[in-house]
T-cell receptor
Framework: AQSVAQPEDQVNVAEGNPLTVKCTYS??????LFWYVQYPNRGLQFLLK??????LVKGSYGFEAEFNKSQTSFHLKKPSALVSDSALYFC????????????FGAGTRLTVKP | DTEVTQTPKHLVMGMTNKKSLKCEQH?????MYWYKQKAKKPPELMFV???????INESVPSRFSPECPNSSLLNLHLHALQPEDSALYLC???????????????FGEGSRLTVL
């Protein structure tokens, strides 16, 4: 079965600095990978996904993620963090079989300080 | 603004009550999902409907009963719940069929359930 791991519960960065939120995955074969963001008491919002093709994926709000097959990673990045980026971020994976559905990592709380 | 609408936003119920959560989408998606989310935890998959048929049931207790009356609506019927069932219940939709695997989920804002 597919799974993702987010090794950091919490990431703190200063506004204007680059940010990275880490994600590693485990699937048999090639995965579909996703990032979502959740603000307090809200549903999840889709940020970006990797399906195939370029390893660097660009998404909403200036976020991007790099798929690295050899390291089985899909880290979320942004060149310059905003205070409003503070939220809970989830990495998610779906494998290419039809037997399983989207599974989420434990989440990483990002805090951007002014 | 989300294109997946969930009602009610908040629900408080006793352990002997029967209530329902409702979800509606008008994006033409033919896959719909129920997830349960506890505080500071990731969403946990409960049920998946594909073309109005139940395709995944993640061994959810029978006190939760899903229903998909048509391609736009998804219900979750609740009966004899326990206090530990208190959580945020999220509905989502996506494309179905082969394209579903690479398709992202669109989530509603959730229904926060408290069981007394």
């Amino acid at each position: 079965a597919q799974s993702v791991a987010q090794p950091e519960d919490q990431v703190n960065v200063a506004e204007g600095n680059p940010l990275t939120v880490k994600c590693t995955y485990s699937v048999s074969g090639n995965p579909y990978l996703f990032w979502y963001v959740q603000y307090p008491n809200r549903g999840l919002q889709f940020l970006l996904k990797y399906i195939t093709g370029d390893n660097l994926v660009k998404g909403s709000y200036g976020f991007e993620a790099e798929f690295n097959k050899s390291q089985t990673s899909f880290h979320l990045k942004k060149p310059s963090a905003l205070v409003s980026d503070s939220a809970l971020y989830f990495c998610a994976v779906r494998d290419r079989s039809d037997n399983n559905d989207m599974r989420f990592g434990a989440g990483t709380r990002l805090t951007v300080k002014p | 603004d989300t294109e997946v609408t969930q009602t009610p936003k908040h629900l408080v119920m006793g352990m002997t009550n029967k209530k329902s959560l409702k979800c509606e989408q008008h994006m033409g998606h033919r896959a719909m999902y129920w997830y349960k989310q506890k505080a500071k935890k990731p969403p946990e998959l409960m049920f998946v409907y594909s073309y109005e048929k139940l395709s995944i049931n993640e061994s959810v207790p029978s006190r939760f009963s899903p229903e998909c009356p048509n391609s736009s609506l998804l219900n979750l019927h609740l009966h004899a719940l326990q206090p530990e069932d208190s959580a945020l219940y999220l509905c989502a939709s996506s494309q179905a069929g082969y394209t579903r695997r690479g398709g992202e989920l669109f989530f509603g804002e959730g229904s926060r359930l408290t069981v007394l």
